[in-house]
């Protein structure tokens, strides 16, 4: 059965869209059958992570608006089989999202993909409703910082009431997923500490994924870190949040090339 699942934070430069394509990478790696759908209308930075740029043909707004098909628009990656893209456009304006077109590609996707990954805009505008609006369930991306923090608390309200999930009095699952971790300043006070956080937001946490030019590096060469440099220490943190997505138990660690570990052990459904 297909889950939707929603990449989303209340704040701008988290990274968000570099983190749903390391996810959507690590899931496909895994056998399993993902795409990437970007709702970040009039900016579509997804398909420049993906390295898809040049290919974007039709997009999102002309699946919803009926311009295009979904063959038309779905970009499949060239590096795996299993992982497709569905562009934002960049010439259109969020209003062109509509309830029953986005609904019906979400629908159509389900038939397709075993996950659908939807990259949110930042905050809580018409883009972002409609990213988390079919949501199974949700990965929060927070940086170490109280700002960051605390707008994705105004987040995990949203989740609450706006989704589908959340209409029907179901509670929809909610994952923090720990991004420019770097423990030694956390140790200083220079950022939060994860327990701080985890205290704070009180959600499951997914994965703690570690600050690294390796992640800069793999968004300017058009690439998921996954994918990259699948041994560098953010591609193994993404790879074993994925596999927590799956619902395998896998040890939690704060990656480094020494391989530092962190706490106990976690996993997706344990730690819900």
């Not at 992982?83 to 077109?101: F, I, M, N, V």
């Amino acid at each position: 059965m297909a889950e939707v699942l929603v990449v989303t934070s209340g704040k701008g430069g988290v990274g968000k869209t570099t983190s749903t394509a390391a996810l959507g990478a690590a899931l496909a790696q895994t056998g399993q059958s993902v795409v990437v759908v970007d709702f970040d209308v009039g900016l579509r930075n997804l398909d420049l992570v993906m390295g898809a740029e040049r290919r974007v043909v039709y997009d999102l707004i002309n699946v919803v608006q009926g311009d295009a098909n979904l063959n038309q628009a779905l970009i499949r990656d060239k590096r795996i089989d299993t992982l497709s893209l569905l562009p934002a456009s960049q010439t259109r304006d969020k209003d062109a999202l509509t309830a029953e077109g986005v609904e019906r590609v979400v629908n159509e996707l389900k038939g397709r993909f075993d996950w659908i990954i939807c990259d949110s805009p930042a905050g809580i505008e018409r883009g972002a409703y409609f990213a988390m609006r079919h949501a199974d369930l949700a990965v929060i991306v927070t940086n170490p910082e109280v700002s960051s923090v605390r707008d994705s608390d105004r987040i995990i309200g949203l989740l609450d009431s706006k989704t589908e999930k959340a209409e029907r009095g179901e509670t929809i699952e909610k994952l923090l997923l720990l991004t420019r971790y770097d423990p030694v300043r956390a140790e200083r006070g220079d950022m939060l500490k994860v327990d701080d956080v985890l205290e704070i937001l009180s959600i499951s946490l997914l994965g703690i994924i570690p600050e690294s030019p390796e992640v800069l590096k793999a968004s300017n060469l058009g690439s998921p870190v996954t994918l990259s440099n699948p041994i560098s220490a953010p591609a193994r943190a993404y790879a074993d949040a994925a596999r927590r997505l799956r619902g395998e138990t896998i040890q939690m660690t704060v990656p480094s090339e020494k391989k530092r570990f962190f706490g106990n052990l976690f996993g997706r459904r344990a730690a819900a």
